[in-house]
């Protein structure tokens, strides 16, 4: 397998993107250049309105180990660094890996991370930027890196784990930097499902699906106000979004088909307008 090859997708489901970090051998840790290929793979499914669900999984037997640490550092072009990194080199590493959770919050399609074996790190940080996470029965969640004297708090974490668990299982959890098993991270909320290894894949591409029998406005706005919602200074500014793209809704093709099949008492059939 080429380095090119660490980076798989599969378009082969109509609307739904799988997008497989594709290193086994490494679970799935990734090198720089790999976070980059990653970063360019979402800025393009980005562009592309076909695409109204990823998925996000790993290779073999583990979800993400995080940033590979027997891999180089390099530079913006991927060329080696030469001598000591400086803090400057060291930051554009960070903020690279950070970019990946960034892209997949922005993205304006469902992101549902199915999570095989261990999520680490960066790894952990990319579950948790997804909108649903499902888990296979061998999965397991690693911060870390508080146990190799670097911060908890990277690509995310610090943010998104406390709004998902909450503050005070989240203080805990990021300072002993103990492992979550799955059956743990399905009881503490982290998950929307815990399923046999096998059933990993079905249950995701049953719950993209479900999304796709939305209309794209509803899930593309749903998703948005949910994460905007969550930083709301007030019940009075949630509601205030709400309101606008409720309105909005009201004005769409889509919305008048579904109130024309329900009242005909058939599938509504969405087309994006």
Known sequence: MSDNDDLLIDRSYAGIACLTLHRPSRLNALSQPAARRLCAALDA???????????????????????????????RDDSPLEGEPSVADLMAGQELFAGMVRRLRTLDKVVIAAVNGPAVGAGFALA???????????????????????????????YHLPRLVGASRAFELMLTGRPIPADEAERIGLLAALVDDADLLP???????????????????????????????SLDAAIELENR????????????EAAAAFAAKRPPVFTGR
């Not at 909108?131 to 296979?136: E, H, L």
């Open 45 to 75: 499914l980005a562009q592309d309105d076909a695409v109204r669900v990823l998925i996000l999984t790993g290779a073999g037997r583990g979800f993400c180990a995080g940033w590979d640490l027997t891999t180089p550092l390099t530079r």
């Open 128 to 158: 948790l930027g997804a909108d649903i996470r499902v888990a296979a029965r061998s999965a397991s969640f690693h911060i870390g890196a508080v146990r190799i004297g670097l911060t908890a708090g990277e690509c995310g974490i610090s």
């Open 245 to 256: 793209a409720q309105v909005l809704a009201l004005q769409t093709e889509d919305f008048r």
């Open 203 to 233: 249950r995701a591409l049953a719950l993209a699906d479900e999304v796709l029998r939305n209309s794209p406005y509803a899930t593309r706005h749903t998703k948005q106000l949910m994460w905007a919602n969550l930083d709301a200074p």
